[in-house]
């Protein structure tokens, strides 16, 4: 099992990113697949969840802001972050819900 995440940067508040999530070593069509961030000092914390159907759900954080989607052909996961906040600013990754395996993650950082 094995994620890549990529899309990260430097944005200004009120900006946007869009995250991508390559998983392979599993059946991608058929998982639940989440996004999670970490902050600096701070725990792991659930940001976003896309079912195999595509439907999606939100931590209240990120509600109205971040969108999820996913290709099942590619085995890709997507998190499109828009109106972004400095308490944004974290280490983004993706998983298999469930998986015990963690990619590296992608750096965000918003800031003026």
């Known amino acids: 099992v094995h994620f890549v995440e990529s899309g990260g940067g430097l944005v200004q508040p009120g900006g946007s990113l869009r995250l991508s999530c390559a998983g392979s070593g599993f059946s991608f069509s058929d998982a639940i697949m989440t996004w999670h961030r970490q902050a600096p000092g701070k725990a792991r914390e659930w940001v976003a969840t896309?079912?195999?159907?595509?439907?999606?759900f939100y931590a209240d954080s990120v509600l109205g802001r971040f969108t999820g989607s996913r290709d099942n052909d590619q085995n890709m996961v997507y998190l499109q972050m828009n109106s972004l906040k400095p308490e944004d600013t974290a280490v983004y990754y993706c998983q298999e819900c469930g998986s015990p395996t963690w990619g590296q993650g992608t750096q965000v950082t918003v800031s003026s």
């Open positions: 896309v079912a195999p159907g595509g439907a999606t």
